[in-house]
């Protein structure tokens, strides 16, 4: 659960995803943004209806959120 986690903890080993889908491939997590998008615009998606704080602890999303980082911060 997120009240287990300091708000250091949040900012370090958080990972920024789609509110809709839960991807990573999202217009914050890109070195060049696209700024005519919302900063919350999920390229899989196409939807910008928020972010969510994908934490460690979610076995499932929060490896695939950092597989979809680490190649968005490559290009």
């Not at 958080?14 to 070195?31: L, P, Q, R, W």
């Amino acid at each position: 659960m997120m009240s287990n986690y300091s708000y250091q903890e949040i900012v370090e080993e958080g990972i920024e995803v789609c509110a809709s889908c839960g991807s990573a491939n999202i217009n914050f997590n890109k070195n060049n943004q696209d700024q005519s998008k919302p900063i919350e615009h999920c390229f899989d998606c196409d939807y910008a209806e928020g972010l969510a704080t994908c934490m460690p602890n979610d076995l499932h999303f929060y490896q695939e959120a950092k597989e979809t980082l680490n190649k968005l911060q490559e290009v």
